[in-house]
Each structure stands twice: as C-alpha cells, then as structure tokens.
Nanobody, 116 residues
C-alpha cells in the first residue's frame, strides 16, 4: 500500500507560478503517477500523467503551461505550473497506479487558488 501526501498549494496571482509535490510513503518506481484537479461544482479532471519511464502527457487545457516530473529516489512527483489562470483554481490530487492492475492510491489533495 502507498500513502500519498500533496503539498505546495496556495494562493497565486494570475500569470504566476507554483509547484505542487506528491510524496509517497514508499517507492513509486513501478507506478504510473497522475495529477488530477477538481474545481467546485465541476467533475474531477485528469491534468497530467507520467509513466514509469518518465514520459509525460497533459490535458489540452494545461499543455505548454504545466510540467509533470518524478524523482523516484525521493518518492516524489511534481507538478510545475506556470502562466496560471483563475480557471486553474482547484484542489490538486495525485494518484498512483500500476498498469494492468485495478488497485490505485489517492492523496488528500492540496488547494491551488489563482486570484488577483
């Protein structure tokens, strides 16, 4: 079992940058890692994914602005966000999953608010 703890959220002005982190209780080397977000009144949205091999994929809404990365030695996944917009305001959560398996793990989320 893997426990995930997100951190790094906060209040940032439009156009600003923020990096959120997801620290796992154990090795993430064999897990695909996802970042999701959920804004009030909206469905949860997959924002970015990074494969075991380090290949990233992004939702169209964040392409060219967000960067997902992983540091397996630190059991941590990052989401670097830049050129932030008010519509990026949401709770950001990470998810760990293994390809071909139905078990997955969620963190509790961290709030990101983009406002003047």
């Amino acid at each position: 079992q893997v426990q995930l703890v997100e951190s790094g959220g906060g209040l940032v002005q439009p156009g600003g940058s923020l990096r959120v982190s997801c620290l796992a209780s154990g090795s993430i080397a064999s897990y695909v890692m996802d970042w999701y977000r959920q804004a009030p009144g909206k469905q949860r949205e997959l924002v970015a994914t990074i494969t075991v091999g380090g290949d990233p994929a992004y939702a169209d809404s964040v392409k060219e602005r967000f960067t997902i990365s992983r540091d397996n030695a630190k059991n941590t996944v990052y989401l670097q966000m830049s050129s932030l917009k008010p519509e990026d305001t949401a709770v950001y959560s990470c998810k760990a999953r293994r390809v071909g398996q139905t078990t997955y793990y969620w963190g509790q989320g961290t709030q990101v608010t983009v406002s003047p």
